[in-house]
């Protein structure tokens, strides 16, 4: 059974950082690629950055350059390093798994995909 685990969300104020931690369970982690998504209240679910087993990385337009996926196989863990946040940032930040990291956020995602709890993010003063 794929299980994902989400840590490290919570308040921080504009122009600052935070990174989220994703654990994974159940599933040899070298074999998979894995996402991150966010959802914010009234909006629909949007990729933000993917990592496919090579450590090939893509992102939203609206990350790049602020936010880093890494993975840590050994340790069963992905990260997602996120700087200069800002109040658009603010979501419920989701890892999945059974991800494809195409160049198009919208077609990371499928029936197959597994997805966390989620972990929450707002960007606030």
């Known amino acids: 059974q794929l299980q994902l685990a989400e840590s490290g969300g919570g308040l921080v104020q504009p122009g600052g950082s935070m990174r989220l931690s994703c654990a994974a369970a159940?599933?040899?982690?070298?074999?998979?690629?894995i996402a991150w998504f966010r959802q914010a209240p009234g909006k629909e679910r949007e990729g933000v950055s993917c990592?496919?087993?090579?450590?090939?990385?893509n992102y939203a337009d609206s990350v790049k350059g602020r936010f880093t996926i890494s993975r840590d196989n050994a340790k069963r863990m992905v990260y997602l390093q996120m700087n200069s946040l800002k109040a658009a940032d603010t979501a419920a930040y989701y890892c999945?798994?059974?991800?494809?990291?195409?160049?198009?956020?919208?077609?990371?995602?499928?029936?197959?995909?597994?997805w966390g709890q989620g972990t929450w993010v707002t960007v606030s003063s």
């Open positions: 990592i496919n087993k090579f450590a090939t990385t």
């Open positions: 159940g599933f040899t982690l070298d074999y998979y690629s």
């Open positions: 999945a798994v059974n991800v494809a990291c195409f160049d198009s956020p919208d077609t990371w995602a499928s029936s197959d995909t597994s």
